[in-house]
């Protein structure tokens, strides 16, 4: 609990056969509140990086899932992270958020996973996401989700725009922040909504992580610019969450 807020986690909830799991953060008094999906980076089942960040965003008013899934599964996790999408939407209302206001986020890998529902409306089988929100990745390659490339697709003029969100850190030392940058621009040239924000952050520091040599992997930062960046990035994506009704863009 921080100040008046206090927060409702359920751990380790199954959401497809194999047995994967996710977490979900809410208020305790929440009633359809927009959803957010956020999809960890690379790394197998490492969605407890993320739980500052999803707690953060849930405080300020978002139903937030946070899935495990592998980037190093022989799809390279697809099949992991449809069947969270199918997951929220069956049973964000049992969790007190509205499914038809569902903002899909990713960082690193996962957010280049993200971008590949907003320019594919086959890869989720005619789904896409109210909005997407992209943490600190690149838009060249395919994605785990799509065989098309986001930033060649974006020009091609036959899609419903989706808003995007692109966030990214200026130390970033994995993802040059210049992907974001070109990416912002190409959506404004062909009219897609976008908000892009940089802070003062790292790769890991975007979503309030550190990366432990000791441990080889990330774990929830303990203070620094990633405490601040991290804070700053929570409030960016309850926003972009909250403007989800107005984006008039419906999930089929």
Known sequence: MIGDVTLHVDRGIAYEAAGKLVDVYRRADAESDPVMLLWHGSGPDQRTVLEPLARATAELGVVV?????????PDGG??????????????????RGDPDRVLLAGWSRGARAASGLAVDVSAAEGWRPSAVAC????????????????????TRGDLDPVPFWLLHGTDDELVDVKHSREF?????????PVRFHEMETNHAGIVMAQYDPGLGRCVPATGGHALEAGRRVAG???????????????PA
């Open 78 to 95: 697809r099949a992991h992270l449809l069947a969270s999408i199918a997951f929220v939407r069956a049973h964000a209302e049992a969790f």
């Open 65 to 73: 899932f946070v899935p495990d899934w592998r980037s190093d599964a």
């Open 135 to 154: 943490l600190a990745t690149g838009f060249g390659r395919p994605t785990p989700m799509s065989a098309r490339v986001p930033l060649e697709a974006v």
């Open 184 to 192: 912002a621009g190409v959506l404004r040239d062909h009219a897609w």
């Open 236 to 250: 960016i994506l309850a926003r972009a969450a909250g403007e989800t009704a107005r984006s008039g863009v419906k």
